[in-house]
């Protein structure tokens, strides 16, 4: 049995590492949730699955300062990229429902994962 392909989040079309058939970072942001603090927590603490040694940059700041390293993180059911934590931070980023009542139904902490466990077969995109 085959297990569903994760749900994607924070893959923003108008960014580098972005997806077309994914909203854009410049509608999602000024969205705040009254659950920010306990999301953030939940994306932050989740497995991460792929690291990659090129780094992401803020598409917002005239500055392009550094966010990170390029990595992709799971809960198991959705995938985003380490940036979407930072995007919900400082530009209220959109959370989606979805996302909410799945890290609230478990208490804001996502599951652990093994550092083999495999999710290649389950991204979303090629």
Excluded: C
């Excluded at 609230?104 to 995109?125: E, K, V």
Aim: avoid cysteine; charged fraction near 25%.
């Amino acid at each position: 049995m085959t297990e569903a392909k994760l749900l994607p989040v924070g893959f923003f079309s108008d960014t580098e590492i972005g997806e077309a058939s994914q909203p854009s970072l410049v509608e999602s942001i000024g969205k705040p949730s009254e659950w920010k603090d306990e999301v953030l927590r939940y994306l932050k603490a989740a497995h991460v699955m792929i690291t990659a040694g090129v780094g992401l940059y803020d598409e917002l700041s005239p500055g392009r300062e550094l966010v990170g390293a390029y990595e992709l993180q799971t809960d198991g059911v959705w995938v985003w990229p380490r940036s979407y934590s930072f995007y919900v931070e400082r530009y209220d980023a959109e959370i989606p429902k979805r996302l909410l009542e799945l890290a609230s139904s478990r208490n804001w902490t996502p599951p652990a994962f093994s550092d083999d466990a495999d999710f290649d077969d389950r991204i979303p995109f090629s």
